[in-house]
């Protein structure tokens, strides 16, 4: 089954240094852009790295029936996200789980979003061509990565969202 990864609003191990990036929410019509510029369907998961309050893996399910997973570093997120999955009747269809996008696997994903910085973006993006498969859509809210050029940027109410294709591997 396709899998969608959101990467974006926490990264580190808040035991031993402070997160990368602070939790913003992405405004709901931006995730549905985001979502929707993804393709999403019910064939698909949302596995969401930095998944914040779980937005994107909640209304992914939501509105397409796709399955998810949300990595968050924040325990609370990470129990307010299971708890608003629960609220929203998409429980069975989705999991928040407590970890580092830097180390979780994603390899599964055919959809990533992110919402990070342009430095994190770039940091990541070498697993993301390295361990995702060829065809998986990578869309970030705000943030391009230079070097791989998007196949589609959307203005979404003065807020960009980025859109690539991981390419074959040679």
Not at 24 to 45: G, N, Q, R, Y
Not at 112 to 125: A, D, F, H, M, Q
Not at 133 to 152: C, F, I, K, N, Q
Request: glycine share 8%; hydrophobic share 45%.
């Amino acid at each position: 089954m396709p899998l969608v990864v959101c990467i974006g609003s926490v990264i580190a191990d808040a035991q031993t240094h402070p997160p990368d990036v602070r939790f913003v929410a992405t405004p709901p019509e931006v995730v549905d852009a985001m979502l929707t510029a993804a393709k999403v369907t019910s064939a698909d998961i949302v596995y969401d790295l930095g998944s914040g309050d779980g937005r994107i893996v909640i209304a992914a399910a939501k509105k397409y029936g796709a399955r998810g997973v949300g990595i968050e570093i924040n325990p609370q997120l990470v129990a307010e996200s299971n708890a608003s999955a629960h609220a929203a009747g998409v429980s069975h269809l989705v999991q928040f789980i407590q970890g580092d996008l830097f180390t979780a696997d994603f390899s599964a994903a055919t959809v990533v979003t992110l919402y990070l910085g342009p430095s994190l973006n770039e940091r990541i993006k070498p697993r993301l061509l390295r361990e995702l498969r060829p065809g998986t859509r990578v869309v970030s809210h705000v943030y391009d990565m230079l070097a791989w050029p998007a196949d589609e940027r959307l203005d979404v109410d003065g807020r960009w969202v980025f859109v690539w294709t991981v390419p074959p591997k040679q």
